[in-house]
């Protein structure tokens, strides 16, 4: 059974900072891409970080770049997000994702989500 289970969310202060885990389970996690997203209330989900299989490259929003950083370890099978400098407009409920071939058909899988207050 495929499981995604992120941690880490909570309440912080402006220019704080928070580190969200995701724990995988149930797949071959070094052969899948893994990401965050975020969604904030009334708002679409947003792509916000993503890391590759092999971990050669990253890619970030606009909005996060130089203050976010995915990473992710392939022992643990756990993909991280570093949020620092935190702004109020971080504030959302964030997911993190999994995508990859898994017996010949594309799979994404995704975790429940773990929110981020941002608020003083």
């Known amino acids: 059974q495929v499981q995604l289970v992120e941690s880490g969310g909570g309440l912080v202060q402006p220019g704080g900072s928070l580190r969200l885990s995701c724990a995988a389970s149930?797949?071959?996690?070094?052969?899948?891409?893994m990401s965050w997203y975020r969604q904030a209330p009334g708002k679409e989900r947003d792509l916000v970080a993503s890391i590759p299989s092999a971990a050669r490259s990253t890619n970030y929003a606009d909005s996060v770049k130089g203050r976010f950083t995915i990473s992710r370890d392939n022992v643990k099978n756990t993909v991280y997000l570093q949020m620092n400098s935190l702004k109020p407009e971080d504030t959302a409920l964030y997911y993190c994702k999994a995508a990859g071939v898994l017996a010949f058909q594309r799979r994404e899988y995704w975790g429940q989500g773990t929110q981020v207050t941002v608020s003083s």
């Open positions: 149930g797949f071959t996690f070094s052969n899948f891409a």
